[in-house]
């Protein structure tokens, strides 16, 4: 019941979780097709020496075009062929069990494991940005800096296969640019741009009231609190637009920040064509303060030009609170 290859296999699932070789299918996939193309191929071919040739040059050609390659996989194919009379005796059993099987519990401890870890496995790449206002424009994350086309010629100069998904290479060279542009004009905080007398709503106010505020202030966000103080949510004209009479159902996650974070790092979150303002809060998660479009734009406007900073990754933060 033991298959030598599920130890290669392990160190990709535990060691390297966001790689595309050590996700559930290529795992599961690659190490049972690679060896029923071993078994095939030691039934067919009496010569060892040219039958592992053949059971691995095989599987590779088999996982490629079942999109499952796994590199494990091609000492499965071997094994099949070299494995003895213990694997001769099990046929074409060997790639169900225990090869196919001791791969999905492989990846059933995986997945436990990464979990508990707080780690994403199985790992998906960041979705693309889209454009939310039903346009064909492209979205404003993407108008400057590199493109898709410069990711894929880039990779067709250099004639490389690297070990990462093409959408994780994307992500990782535009949060490459963020930080290279954070990094370059120094530090400006939340705290330096940040609107301190901030307009606030109760999470029990009436919609007449909440409305009302919206426009007596030429705001389009307006934070909600709750008995204590702390931060509700949000409200905009939008979620109010079809609000019974109370506010409360009409609340929305709210993006917070830290008044000692990156005021540059509000940058994707405040582009990404919901957002209009970002609440400053403290650990107690007491409303402290408001960067709104406005605030950022003016703040950028009096440093130097702005570069591939803009369309930076959105910071853990903000992707967990809206």
């Known amino acids: 019941m033991i298959v030598a290859p599920m130890g290669a296999s392990a160190v990709l699932v535990f060691a390297i979780p966001a790689s595309p070789l050590a996700q559930p299918w290529p795992v599961i996939g690659g190490n049972a097709i690679s060896a029923l193309v071993g078994v095939m191929v030691a039934k067919l071919v009496g010569e060892p020496l040219l039958a592992a040739a053949l059971a691995v040059s095989l599987a590779i050609a088999a996982m490629s075009f079942t999109r499952s390659l796994h590199p494990p996989g091609g000492a499965a194919a071997l094994t099949a062929v070299i494995g003895g009379q213990s694997v001769a ?60 086309a410069d990711v894929d ?72 609190v709750d ?53 400053i809060v403290d650990a107690g998660r007491k409303v402290l303060g408001l960067v709104t479009q406005t605030d950022l734009l003016a703040a950028v406007a009096g440093m130097p030009a702005i570069t591939d900073a803009s369309v930076g990754a959105v910071p853990p933060r903000m992707a967990m609170n809206g």
């Open 89 to 148: 005796s099990l046929g074409f059993l060997f790639p169900f069990a225990p090869v196919a099987l001791n791969a999905a519990v492989l990846v059933a401890m995986g997945i436990g494991f990464h979990n508990l870890a707080r780690r994403q496995y199985p790992h998906f790449a960041a979705p693309a940005p889209v454009n939310t206002h039903l346009t064909a424009d492209v979205p404003s994350q993407l108008r400057v800096g590199f493109r898709e």
């Open 153 to 224: 010629a880039a990779l067709s100069t250099l004639g490389e296969t690297f070990d990462i998904d093409r959408g994780d290479l994307d992500r990782l060279l535009r949060e490459v640019a963020f930080q290279a542009g954070i990094r370059s004009r120094g530090p400006l905080l939340c705290s330096d741009v940040m609107s301190r007398d901030v307009v606030s709503v109760s999470k029990d106010a009436q919609t007449t009231e909440a409305r009302a505020l919206l426009l007596r202030h030429n705001i389009r966000t307006l934070p909600v």
């Open 227 to 279: 008995e204590a103080g702390r931060l509700a949510g949000i409200v905009g004209l939008r979620d109010l637009a079809l609000a019974d009479l109370s506010i409360e159902r009409s609340i929305a996650p709210a993006a917070e920040a830290f008044p000692q974070d990156e005021a540059l790092a509000l940058l994707p979150v405040l582009t990404d064509g919901r957002t209009h303002a970002v609440v």
